[in-house]
């Protein structure tokens, strides 16, 4: 099954005060970068979708092993930054759709959820402690929807219309949840 990685880069991050895809983790990978290696470690495969003039982050990424695309549309949101994506890959069987800000999700995590998808499961989602997280792969049923999607929403609207579609991936990775919109969020997560 051809499934392709999304990883969703063109936001702002106006919250962050600096551009935090290009922000070192504390072993030197920039934080984009490493989003892409964890998806690039499990799928041929990965678009990463930026906003015009990102320009070194597109050259780190494309270093990275992804293919990227501009988005003209992309101050509109990361709805359109979706569309983008997805008619960038529309040849695809289905995508996993991962944040270039969240650097954490594992491999294996990625792994699972195209596994899903290639079991067939029309969407897939992992699930840390009941709660949903990234990458949510979607199958090929969905182009149309993928590719209309706008806003700040996503695909929240999709997923919302078609929970019960949604095949749950329990995992042990609370990566999945951990999103970089601060420096603070940089910190080590306080284990419970």
Same mark, same amino acid.
């Given at each position: 099954?051809?499934?392709? =990685?999304?990883?969703?880069?063109? =936001?702002? @991050?106006?919250? $962050? ?6 922000? &070192? ?5 920039? /934080?984009?970068?490493?989003? @892409?290696?964890?998806?690039?470690? *499990? %799928? ?7 906003? &015009? ?7 780190? %990424? ?14 509109? =949101? /990361? ?6 994506? *997805? ?9 996993? /759709? ?5 650097? $954490?999700?594992? &491999? ?20 840390? !402690? ?7 792969? $979607?199958?090929?049923? $969905? ?17 919302? #219309?078609? #929970?019960? #579609? /949604?095949?749950? *991936? ?11 919109? !601060? ?10």
């Amino acid at each position: 099954m051809n499934v392709v =990685g999304l990883l969703l880069a063109a =936001g702002s @991050a106006t919250r $962050f005060g600096s551009d935090k895809l290009l922000h &070192p983790l504390p072993h030197g990978v920039a /934080i984009a970068v490493q989003a @892409a290696k964890n998806l690039r470690a *499990v %799928l041929p495969r990965v678009v990463a979708v930026l906003r &015009p003039g990102a320009e070194e982050p597109a050259r780190l %990424l494309a270093a990275a092993g992804c293919e990227t695309v501009f988005c003209p549309q992309a101050a509109q =949101g /990361i709805g359109a930054s979706l569309s983008c994506a *997805v008619r960038a890959a529309a040849d695809a069987d289905g995508w996993l /759709i991962a944040l270039a800000d969240m650097p $954490f999700v594992r &491999p294996s995590t990625i792994a699972a959820v195209r596994e899903a998808l290639e079991r067939g499961a029309p969407i897939a989602a992992p699930y840390y !402690r009941a709660r949903r997280g990234h990458p949510v792969g $979607f199958s090929a049923r $969905f182009r149309e929807l993928l590719e209309r999607a706008s806003g700040d929403e996503g695909a929240r609207a999709i997923l919302a #219309e078609h #929970e019960r #579609e /949604i095949v749950k *991936v329990p995992v042990g990775d609370p990566g999945v949840l951990r999103d970089i919109d !601060r420096p603070s969020d940089l910190a080590p997560p306080v284990t419970v």
